[in-house]
């Protein structure tokens, strides 16, 4: 019994993250719409951090990122942290130090240990 509500729990889940990752893409997309049609021609510098590059997913959302971006004449940071989520931390503070305007994140982690994540 245990096995099919899990499956369940996962599948919720895994919706609930695609959902998330979706309207972050999303927003970051209509920001540089925005921002690319705008007076100001400043270069927009996005930061992009999955959970893995290991799966085609990650790596076609990438592409079209990186497609949309390239249109723009933005810049595109991309990290990989390998499902660790303290090297995923520390791309992301690399961002803020880098002050990039948008930061698309995949969690590692559902919940991460940090308190501050949002700084």
């Known amino acids: ?3 099919g509500k899990g499956k369940k ?6 919706k609930y993250l695609l959902f998330s990752l979706f309207v972050l893409v999303l927003a970051g997309l209509v920001f540089l719409y925005v921002k690319g049609n705008s007076s100001d021609s400043k270069q927009v510098k996005i930061g992009a ?6 799966n085609d997913f990650y790596k076609t959302l990438n592409a079209e990122i990186e ?3 390239n249109q723009q004449g ?4 991309v990290r990989d942290p390998e499902l660790d989520e303290d090297k995923q931390s520390q ?3 690399y961002f803020v ?3 990039v305007n948008v930061i698309v994140i995949n969690p590692v982690k559902r919940q991460s240990k940090d308190s501050d ?3």
């Not at 933005?74 to 940071?77: P, Q, T």
């Open 117 to 119: 994540f949002f700084k």
């Open 74 to 77: 933005s810049r595109l940071y």
């Open 97 to 99: 130090q880098e002050r």
């Open 9 to 14: 729990q996962c599948r919720y889940y895994r």
């Open 1 to 3: 019994m245990g096995v």
């Open 67 to 69: 497609k949309k971006t």
């Open 49 to 54: 951090t999955y959970m893995t590059m290991n």
């Open 91 to 93: 791309q992301i503070d």
